[in-house]
């Protein structure tokens, strides 16, 4: 069974950063895309970045710039930087297989609040 495991979410500065990461397990196949998903309060629902196994990203508008996302197999990362009140929200991981325009796995998700 598949499970996609996070860490890194926690309290963050404004201005300062976090790094999420996420870890696919129950599978020895490598993930075509993964990448991460978050809600936040109000109407914030946003795809926030995307990685393929060959290395091409996908940025949400409103984090390019601060965000990088990268991965290591099954592995996927996200350095936020220069983080604002209105990154505040719960992160999901999120794993997609080859041909497929829904994420097939969700992760529990992990709750960033930006706060002074």
């Known amino acids: 069974q598949v499970r996609l495991v996070e860490s890194g979410g926690g309290l963050g500065q404004p201005g300062g950063s976090l790094r999420l990461s996420c870890t696919a397990t129950?599978?020895?196949?490598?993930?075509?895309?993964m990448g991460w998903w978050r809600r936040g309060p109000g109407d914030l629902r946003e795809l926030t970045a995307t990685?393929?196994?060959?290395?091409g990203t996908t940025y949400g508008d409103s984090v390019k710039g601060r965000f990088t996302i990268s991965r290591d197999q099954n592995t996927v990362y996200l350095d936020m930087n220069n983080l604002k009140y209105e990154d505040t929200a719960v992160y999901h991981c999120?794993?997609?297989?080859?041909?497929?325009?829904?994420?097939?796995?969700w992760g529990q998700g992990t709750r960033v609040t930006v706060s002074s």
């Open positions: 129950g599978t020895d196949n490598l993930f075509e895309r």
């Open positions: 990685i393929t196994t060959s290395g």
């Open positions: 999120l794993a997609y297989y080859p041909h497929e325009n829904s994420p097939a796995h």
